[in-house]
DNA sequence: GCATGATCATGC
DNA sequence: GCATGATCATGC
């Protein structure tokens, strides 16, 4: 291999560099190349960019892929949003967490920013008809110094991971811990997973990574990807409820919904206090998809006189056909159960008024994640024999399965061939109260 | 008052 | 047209 054609200790030639791959893919550049046709390797885009366009050889180790300039390379895939703009397609995984040495680290001399402080972010387009090479970079070399202020909320996320390592609850960690960035599982996973181990605790944990979380990552793809973009970065999610439902706080619910001029609901609208959750927010300047687009999700619990959710918290429904063959990292509920919630929680006191009570984060703890698998692994063995045989509320302490459909007719078809009404999960009302308590 | 079964309006 | 968050309705 010849020259490289860029100075290797110069963070801005190599970026320049980086420019000539845009709007090209690796095949583009390098049509003949032996590696081309052996390649099924569905991770290593990077790597190869590394190799073939970069001319360095990959390697793993703790110091960063370009080392004299301190420079990481990651690429990412994206693809086009309904929102006309790209949208990561997943989470961008950034090093291992390694137990053992985080709980002795501070952040600004951690081995995490020691590899990952300055990042040469490379997208493309994803598209799985299309081999790695044949991929091609879209959006701008993205340099992200995570140093910068622009990054700060990523130290306090940080911080958190490293504290519940220190507390010798790895093993507990759930990507719903943090805001911006995540501890992802990374690894096998189900049964045949080998664990790691941890200071401070002898239990096993499941290999996790250090991760910009998805949401995370599309506003940085937006906004260093592009030019003039606003800068949005910044945004710290952990702003919204002082921002937007402080004042709000203690005040009848019909109050608040006057003061936003909302009708009033039809007798068979169920979806009020959400509407008014919504309305506070987008006085505050949010919105339910800019709260998305922070990684957070917004649920409302209504408590009754006794401080009991009036309803179990449902969850998007699943295909009993599906629910069979996946396994519990894949599904849709592991998802929500490892996702950040804002809960909105509205109180009736006993005279009769309804106020807003609470607003606060939730996300699922590890012993409580550990009794959803449960009954959801039990659900899928059940669906496998009698899909009208599912785990009730009475069955477990955390969660259950009921109906969830438009009506009567919306059913589908089970293992038995049958036709049966559409399901989803919920978490209990008696859990639920438990949670109101605990935020 | 609760568990369970059965919808409802909305918004994309 | 359909999934979704949320609530209604019934029976014990």
Redesign the pocket.
């Known amino acids: 291999m010849g020259k490289i054609p860029f100075d290797a200790a110069s963070v801005d030639s190599i970026v320049a560099y980086a420019e000539n791959l845009i709007g090209y893919s690796l095949a583009d550049l390098f049509p003949s190349h032996e590696e081309r046709a052996n390649s099924r390797n569905r991770g290593d885009l990077g790597g190869m960019v590394q190799k073939l366009f970069f001319g360095l050889s990959p390697d793993s180790r703790s110091e960063a892929d370009f080392a004299m300039a301190g420079l990481e390379l990651k690429t990412t895939g994206v693809r086009w949003g309904?929102t006309g703009q790209f949208v990561a397609k997943e989470r961008l995984v950034l090093m291992m967490i390694d137990y053992e040495k985080i709980v002795h680290e501070e952040w600004e001399s951690s081995s995490f920013l020691q590899k990952c402080r300055l990042i040469l972010l490379l997208a493309y387009l994803y598209d799985t008809e299309k081999s790695i090479f044949d991929r091609k970079f879209v959006l701008r070399p993205m340099l992200l110094d995570l140093l910068s202020e622009e990054f700060a909320a990523l130290r306090e996320d940080w911080e958190t991971i490293r504290d519940t390592v220190r507390l010798g609850n790895a093993h507990q960690l759930s990507e719903g811990d943090t805001f911006v960035l995540g501890a992802c599982r990374k690894g096998s996973g189900g049964p045949s997973e080998k664990l790691r181990t941890q200071p401070f605790s002898q239990i096993g944990a499941s290999s996790r990574a250090f991760s910009f979380r998805q949401s995370y990552l599309n506003r940085i793809i937006q906004t260093f990807g592009v030019e003039d973009a606003p800068l949005r970065v910044t945004e710290d999610p952990r702003n919204v409820p002082h921002r937007a439902f402080e004042e709000y706080l203690d005040k009848p619910v019909y109050d608040i919904g006057q003061h936003f001029s909302m009708e009033k609901?039809?007798?068979?609208?169920?979806?009020?206090?959400?509407?008014v959750?919504e309305k506070m927010l987008q006085a505050g300047g949010y919105s339910?998809?800019a709260l998305n687009s922070l990684g957070v999700?917004?649920?409302?619990?209504?408590l009754?006189?006794?401080g009991?959710p009036?309803?179990?918290?449902?969850?998007?429904?699943?295909k009993f056909m599906e629910i069979v063959e996946q396994e519990w990292e894949e599904s849709?509920f592991f998802e929500?159960l490892e996702t950040k919630f804002l809960l909105?929680v509205?109180a009736q006191e006993q005279g009769g008024l309804e106020k807003l009570h609470k607003v606060a984060y939730w996300n699922m703890p590890h012993n409580d994640r550990v009794e959803a698998e449960r009954v959801w692994q039990d659900t899928k063995r059940r669906v496998a024999i009698d899909a009208?045989n599912?785990p009730?509320?009475?069955?477990s302490t955390v969660a259950?399965?009921?109906?969830?459909?438009?009506?009567?007719?919306?059913k589908i078809i089970t293992p038995q061939g049958t036709l049966h009404?559409?399901q989803?999960f919920?978490l209990?009302?008696?859990y639920l109260r438990n949670v109101v308590q605990s935020v």
Do not use: Y
């Open positions: 309904t609901p039809g007798p068979n609208f169920k979806g009020f206090h959400r509407k959750a339910i998809s999700e917004m649920k409302t619990i209504r009754n006189t006794s009991n009036r309803e179990a918290m449902s969850f998007p429904g699943f849709k929500k909105i509205f009208t599912l009730k509320s009475a069955e259950h399965v009921r109906p969830k459909g438009r009506d009567g007719n919306d009404l559409r989803c919920w209990n009302r008696s």
